[in-house]
């Protein structure tokens, strides 16, 4: 048995409202996020079912677990937040299941035009490690055609070291390997065990190399340049994983190996918004520069339309003024 959280928006009592699951961020709670104020807001302004799970093995109860595992330098016993994550991913698998089979027939949720559920469609998004995590859902999902991969990236090893949120985990890792060579060799023996779990893993299999009995993924990837969490190499590194991913036209910057095209596009696409920050670092670190952008895109107008669109048409535009620049 695990916890699960559903939001009814009081537009379902006009329509029946459709299913959005949502992926939490770094250590965080389902739960939680998705009663924040402006998700409320967008649930009910769009007509959206709100439901979360937490990504066990990367949730607020696991932040312990791991930090344990760190300081004592207990190398060997990582594989237990690996396993943890694959029965998280499991858990949200089943969790749209349930709320778009027998949740929607539930007594206490119908109303004078019936289900308040609407059962027949079925949709993801998440910020963050929920954009992160929500990669390998994607590629497994056998419900949801649609999501939205907010603030993304891949892989860990990667992300690590380029994001502030790491800071205290590293404090850690340092304490236990003194030596920063030891600690990147600790890194990608990490990586090793995080592909079965992480979207390393699975990306390439959202849109090709489908999984057996799996049907054509598409995605929309927000992304915030400048991002102070999640780096944009990790996110631009995604796009070209899962394949036929396009930069949506006009750009703030050329993407390598994604191809820029001029929107609406119907299939697969990463929208970048220039919040004006400085470049970001070349090196091994995470950007500094101003307010982190981490969090606002996802609460920008353009971006909620973007999200509505895409979910509901497959056809993603970016509702920018042209470029994606502060609004």
Same mark, same amino acid.
């Given at each position: ?23 939490h ?19 009910n ?6 439901f ?7 949730s607020a109860?696991?932040e312990t ?13 990582f ?27 539930d ?8 289900p308040?559920?609407k ?19 994607m ?11 907010g ?12 994001s502030?949120?790491?800071a205290?985990?590293?404090?850690l ?7 920063p ?6 890194? =990608? ?20 190399n ?5 049907p ?6 927000p992304?915030?340049?400048?991002d ?16 036929g991913?396009v930069n ?9 190996g994604?191809?820029e095209?001029t =929107?609406p596009h ?6 970048e918004?220039?919040? =004006?920050?400085?470049?970001?670092p ?30 509901r048409?497959?056809t993603?535009?970016?509702?920018c ?7």
């Amino acid at each position: 048995e695990f916890k699960f959280t559903v939001l009814v928006p009081n537009s379902s009592y006009f329509s029946a409202s459709a299913p959005l699951q949502y992926g939490h961020g770094l250590l965080g709670s389902g739960g939680e996020e998705i009663q924040y104020p402006y998700r409320v807001t967008f649930a009910n302004k769009y007509n959206y079912v709100l439901f979360a799970v937490d990504w066990i093995g990367m949730s607020a109860d696991d932040e312990t677990h791991i930090g344990s595992l760190v300081n004592d330098g207990r190398m060997n016993d990582f594989a237990s937040v690996v396993e943890r994550g694959q029965q998280g991913i499991l858990n949200s698998l089943l969790a749209m299941r349930m709320v778009s089979g027998g949740l929607a027939k539930d007594p206490l949720l119908q109303y004078k035009h019936g289900p308040m559920i609407k059962a027949d469609e079925r949709y993801y998004h998440g910020n963050s490690q929920g954009g992160i995590f929500g990669a390998t859902y994607m590629a497994l999902t056998t419900d949801v055609t649609r999501g939205m991969l907010g603030v993304p990236g891949q892989p860990y090893s990667l992300l690590l070291d380029r994001s502030k949120d790491f800071a205290p985990f590293f404090e850690l890792l340092i304490f236990a390997f003194p030596d920063p060579i030891d600690r990147q060799m600790v890194l =990608g023996m990490f990586q090793m065990l995080w592909d079965s779990a992480e979207p390393s893993g699975y990306s390439a299999y959202i849109r090709g190399n489908l999984l057996p009995g799996s049907p054509k993924h598409e995605v929309l990837l927000p992304v915030a340049i400048g991002d102070h969490q999640v780096t944009t190499i990790g996110a631009h590194i995604m796009a070209r994983a899962i394949g036929g991913v396009v930069n949506l036209a006009p750009t703030n910057r050329t993407i390598f190996g994604l191809k820029e095209v001029t =929107g609406p596009h119907q299939g697969s696409a990463m929208i970048e918004y220039d919040f =004006g920050l400085a470049p970001e670092p070349t090196t091994n670190i995470p950007p500094t520069d101003g307010e982190d952008p981490h969090g606002k895109v996802r609460k920008l107008l353009s971006a909620e339309k973007s999200l509505d669109q895409f979910l509901r048409t497959g056809t993603i535009e970016s509702f920018c003024n042209g470029r994606c620049d502060p609004e």
